[in-house]
């Protein structure tokens, strides 16, 4: 009850928290009779299963750090959040032989067709990489399977979390989940050499992972990547409008990486010279304070009647969401500001402190409005806060995309050879990467 309660608010929460959210293979997904275990890597601590477990239809089980069970209330509430403690060498001392409890409950649980989620590189960091992957999952579907002579059905779904960033409100995610992997495909080389299977199947798990999600292996070129991308992406984005931005974004950042360590590697120059030539762009665009889409468009629309009778008409329903949600928001704000956590922490807190200081504050301002008029109001009070401050959300991102348009325009005016230089600029970078496109494209 108590999970499938806090899977309605995470839903709610993760719907505001993320400027999109786009998920592709959902269709692959084995149906509820089958016991599968979900394996994912691991960027952001405990936002990853918060998002799978939103984005997954069945009940989840997930594998946690031990240490976090230690009095009987913390125990409670996790078990009835079906998560269930695995131990760590370095964080439970002594407890390591708890472990094989853990796979057993992990097998009579996918023994009952049930699902797990194990997020095999051990811990959590955000960064673009696969970190080495244990082989744990492979023994716990290993042992599940053994138990039944193989005729469970076990199945091991690969899942790529994609964050643009996890840690900033408003920020887009890709979850790409792969075919499921049959457990029952290795019983022959289980029953050969139960060892050599697990390690094969491991790496089996991490070469479908990495499919799933945009690596970058040498931190240096992260920087440069990330500003092809902002540049780059659109262009070939509208090259081929056939899917839907997350995956061809997703695709095109990994066709991307593939390109800028190929001439790392093969013309460091290159790199260099061009590295240079797109910081300084971005610079310039950083000191005039304008985005890359306002020099990448070939006109700027204002629509001002249109804009005007919307905001103004749609006024009302901005100030009520303002005023009803800017207490919690500011709150959830002063609190993650000021608690001293690990990096890839941030944005998980952000989300699970924003989940109780809204539905808090939303209680208490519909327990003061009913006060004021009766329990019928009060309902639709409280069902109404959630969505007129979505909408305010809305309101103000819209308000500043045509105050920063009113502002180009302005410089624009003033200064119409600076806007030409750095159009002229953008063409001959996105000129640049076309050459070396093709130049790539034919070395492969």
């Known amino acids: 009850m108590l999970y499938r309660i806090f899977k309605a608010l995470f839903y709610l929460t993760t719907k505001a928290y993320f400027r999109s959210i786009y998920v592709q293979g959902k269709e692959l997904l084995p149906d509820e009779k089958t016991p599968v275990i979900f394996v994912a890597n691991h960027p952001s601590s405990f936002m990853d299963p918060i998002l799978l477990a939103v984005q997954i239809n069945r009940p989840i089980h997930f594998l946690a750090r031990g240490d976090v069970f230690k009095n009987k209330f913390a125990r409670y509430v996790f078990d009835a959040l079906h998560m269930i403690p695995i131990y760590k060498a370095d964080l439970s001392p002594g407890q390591i032989h708890k472990n094989e409890q853990v796979f057993e409950k992990c097998h009579d649980h996918l023994g009952e067709n049930k699902t797990i989620l194990i997020f095999p590189e051990g811990s959590s960091k955000t960064e673009r990489r696969l970190r080495p992957i244990k082989t744990g999952t492979a ?9 039944h002579d193989f005729n469970l059905g076990l199945t091991i779904v690969p899942i790529g979390l994609n964050y643009s960033d996890p840690h900033y409100f408003k920020n887009d995610v890709f979850v790409n989940f792969g075919e499921p992997i049959k457990v029952s495909d290795y019983k022959n080389a289980f029953i050969e050499d139960s060892r050599a299977a697990a390690t094969q ?32 992406r659109s262009k070939l984005r509208d090259e081929n409008k056939l899917e839907e931005k997350g995956t061809q974004d997703f695709y095109l950042s990994q066709d991307i990486v593939k ?92 989300i699970a402190v924003g989940l109780f200081v809204f539905t808090i504050c939303y209680a208490i301002e519909a327990f003061v409005f009913v006060k004021f008029t009766n329990a019928f109001w009060g309902v639709l009070f409280f069902l109404s806060l959630y969505p007129t401050g979505f909408f305010t959300i809305e309101y103000i991102k819209l308000y500043y995309k045509m105050n920063r348009n009113i502002k180009y325009l302005q410089l624009f005016m003033r200064k119409s050879d600076v806007i030409s230089n750095l159009k002229t600029e953008r063409n001959g970078l996105i000129n640049e990467l076309e050459k070396r496109k093709a130049e790539f494209l034919e070395q492969q």
Do not use: H, W
């Not at 023994?139 to 138990?147: D, L, P």
């Not at 992972?209 to 540049?231: G, N, P, S, T």
């Not at 790199?271 to 000191?287: A, P, R, S």
């Open 201 to 232: 199947l491991t790496e089996r798990l991490k070469t479908e992972l990495e499919k799933r999600i945009v690596i970058i292996e040498d931190e240096q070129l992260e920087k440069l990547i990330e500003q092809i991308e902002l540049l780059y």
């Open 139 to 147: 023994r716990i579907a290993f042992g599940t399977e053994e138990k």
């Open 259 to 350: 390109a800028v360590e190929f001439y790392a590697k093969n013309e460091p120059r290159i790199v260099t010279n061009f590295e240079q030539k797109i910081t300084n762009y971005f610079n310039q665009l950083k000191d005039l304070k304008l985005g890359d889409m306002q020099i990448r468009s070939t006109s700027i629309s204002l629509n001002v009647l249109g804009r005007l009778l919307y905001f103004t008409l749609s006024f009302p329903i901005f100030i009520f969401g303002l005023v009803s949600n800017f207490i919690p928001f500011k709150l959830t704000g002063i609190i993650t500001d000021n608690v001293k956590i690990r990096a890839d922490f941030v944005g998980a807190v952000k």
